[in-house]
């Protein structure tokens, strides 16, 4: 929506729409030079378009832990919980050093 300048109550065409923009581009012998400009424009504003590429930037939230008072204390301490040792698959879905949820800011670390 930014890269086109959209608002939340602008129309967006659908995919149909847009194919048949596409199309008519292609016919008029346009599609090729309107790529080599927006390529171009790209790379003077410090970005390299690479073919075959897709970009992806959607966010997925982290697992949440739900860990009881126990667990965690056996996390601190190092140790694997006793109810998770004979489960491999709720090992393999715990992040028991707490990567999930650890950024680091300026040099102060944000859970």
Do not use: C
Request: proline fraction near 5%; hydrophobic fraction near 40%; aromatic fraction near 8%.
């Amino acid at each position: 929506m930014r890269f086109l300048g959209l608002g939340l109550s602008d129309r967006v065409p659908d995919a149909k729409t847009l194919w048949l923009f596409r199309e008519r581009l292609t016919q008029a012998g346009a599609i090729e030079g309107l790529f080599n400009r927006f390529d171009t424009i790209l790379r003077s504003a410090g970005y390299l378009p690479m073919s075959g590429q897709i970009l992806d930037a959607t966010l997925v939230a982290a697992p949440k832990q739900r860990n009881t008072n126990a667990e965690k204390a056996d996390l601190r301490e190092g140790r694997i919980p006793q109810n998770w040792q004979d489960k491999p698959a709720k090992l393999a879905h715990k992040d028991r050093h707490a990567r999930w949820t650890t950024e680091v800011h300026e040099g102060k670390a944000a859970g």
